[in-house]
């Protein structure tokens, strides 16, 4: 569905990814780890075309999208989330998914205001909402949610995008342990009604990545250490003495 193709990128004199090469076939989970600066982030943006590799190339349903934009990628099936609370902290839960349904029905609208008059609208963000355990809080800005919330509605927000794969950076990272597998729960469940085919997420935590992923990549210093199913990264002695630092 996705994948690259030698990828590599350079800040300068920093060589953030070598020659990356992955794969992301349809209905799967893929969890992507490696310690700070291994080049995680930078490939998830390649891969959603908000960086262009310096070299290689990147391919969507063997499409060559390689330099392609964010939101001709968005409209194709490829969508990715973003910390978006932190941009419009003002809006409302229901404002929040309102813009994005509507970006991705393709039609201008000038005011928010406009949107509580569009049924289609209404009840199409009242349903993600829903499948995100966020119908009974539509009316509360986002900079007002707990932290837990504020993930949730930040994958919400991407997914309701109904894009065909889905790219997430670190969707557990600041909450507790409980509400962690809380919303690794409700993605994979709301994926499924959806419609979303597959799952990438760069994730620190290990008890989520061994828990729910179908294969996982490691990098490491900008280049693709190990790529297997949780069983063959847990047994790989490259991976345990560079990343997970003991054998689990």
């Known amino acids: 569905m996705l994948r690259s193709d030698g990828v590599g990128k350079c800040y300068g004199e920093f060589r953030a990814l070598g020659s990356v ?49 964010p939101e001709k990628l968005c409209k194709m099936g490829v969508a990715r989330s973003f910390q978006m609370i932190n941009i419009f902290p003002e809006f409302t839960v229901h404002e ?26 209404n009840e199409e963000a009242f349903e993600i909402a829903t499948l995100f355990g966020l119908e009974n809080k539509k009316g509360i800005c986002a900079k007002n949610l ?3 919330d504020k993930k949730l509605l930040d994958i919400a927000s991407a997914f309701a995008l109904h894009p065909e794969i889905i790219l997430l950076d670190e969707p557990t990272s600041g909450v507790s342990t409980a509400e962690k597998f809380k919303i690794i729960e409700t993605l994979v469940s709301a994926s499924k009604e959806i419609g979303i085919k597959s799952i ?49």
């Open 21 to 69: 090469s992955i794969q992301v076939n349809s209905g799967e989970f893929v969890s992507i780890i490696g310690p700070n600066g291994a080049g995680k982030t930078t490939l998830v943006n390649i891969l959603t075309g908000h960086f262009k590799p310096d070299t290689g190339k990147v391919y969507f349903r063997d499409k060559d999208v390689t330099g392609i934009k």
């Open 146 to 148: 707990p932290q837990g």
């Open 96 to 121: 929040f998914l309102s813009v994005a349904i509507v970006s991705r029905h393709g039609r201008e609208t000038s005011l928010l205001s406009n949107l509580k008059h569009d049924k289609k609208i």
């Open 200 to 248: 990438v997420q760069i994730e620190h935590d290990m008890d989520i990545v061994f828990s729910y992923s179908d294969r996982i990549i490691a990098l490491h210093q900008g280049d693709v250490l190990a790529d297997g199913t949780p069983k063959e990264i847990q047994n790989n002695e490259q991976v345990i003495s560079m990343i997970l630092g003991k054998r689990r």
